[in-house]
């Protein structure tokens, strides 16, 4: 039998070569593999660790991996866990610069995220229905993950609904005894900032610019992608928004965590040591906050009005996820061969249990088919 140090190494290095998809999808495919084939975790403790991961800042399917790590393997488990997810990423966003700034352009892939879109709405909606099951349990959890869900829609701030959520199944749940809320997760350190003017580039300015964002960032890409403009765009001036774009594209149609674009600014800045600087800035804050969240994770679940809290960011989570998948699959499934290979995926997932990455990888197949017939 495998020692758990490296079934943890070999599962997440596994996942940073294959997770396509962004972070609801990075989740599903963690639910599939540490949940339904490893019995690592329950449904109810992996949805604590997605809650967890919620409360803090950093990209959340990192976090996932990280704390995953932690769990089985120890202090160990949880650097093997997060490099092997971030780094197959890293490198492959490090290759890809080293053609941008060599050729000036990206290199034309749309036929990989073609065919792997569509499976991965089928992958997150399987981790959709699966997680629902355990997170709405009773009608207040349903009621507030819907509301979330439709609110979402209205564009209201992702933050809010999920701490809102949080809050207001802790309040009903503790009505006769309202506590002020203790910040266990809250760990801001916005005071990492920079001087607000435009300087020359070095590399300790992009070190602590990328450490500031991931210690401070709740939210998604897009969220991110304010950040990064903001920084390097607006204030630095170090930046074109076409540098931008690109940067957020590379990052998306690269496996693992979006925030390896990080990567590709540190490369175009400052060559290969800007790109190791610019991607453990963003990434080291990640580690810090699971290492000092994780043991409260008991603690909270055993309190009666933090177990409350959680219970409601859980459900708020979900309800942000769902509403993520629709607006994937409006933009994924967008023809007869999309809500195919869509189909198909999800049938084979929920009757036969295939593994996703094969599913990924069949995707990707079936995108480069599909091109020469279209």
Known sequence: MMPPLAEVALLFLKLGFTAFGGPAAHIGIMHDEVVKRRKWLTDEGFLD????????????????????????????????????????AALIVLGLSWLY????????VEWLMYGVKPVVIAIISQALWNLGNKAFKNRLLGIVGVTVFILYFFKANEIVLLFAGGLVVMLIAKWRHLTKPSPLFLFPLGGIGLAQFTIPFSLPILFLTFLKIGSVLYGSGYVLLAFLRNDFVLRLGWLTDRQLLDAIAIGQITPGPLFTSATFIGYILGGTPGALLATLGIFLPSFIFVLMSNPLIPKIRNSVWAGSLLDGVNASSLGLMAGVTCQLAFSSLTDFYTAFIGTVSLVLLLRYKINSTWLIAG????????QFIR
Do not use: C, D, K
């Open 101 to 108: 700034v060599r050729f000036g352009a990206m290199p034309q």
């Open 49 to 88: 660790l997605l809650g967890a991961t919620n409360l803090i800042p950093g990209p959340n399917s990192t976090e996932m991996a990280i704390h995953i790590g932690y769990l089985r393997a120890g202090l160990p488990g949880l650097i093997a866990a997060g490099l092997g997810f971030v780094l197959p």
């Open 363 to 370: 995707g990707a197949l079936a995108g480069y088919l599909i």
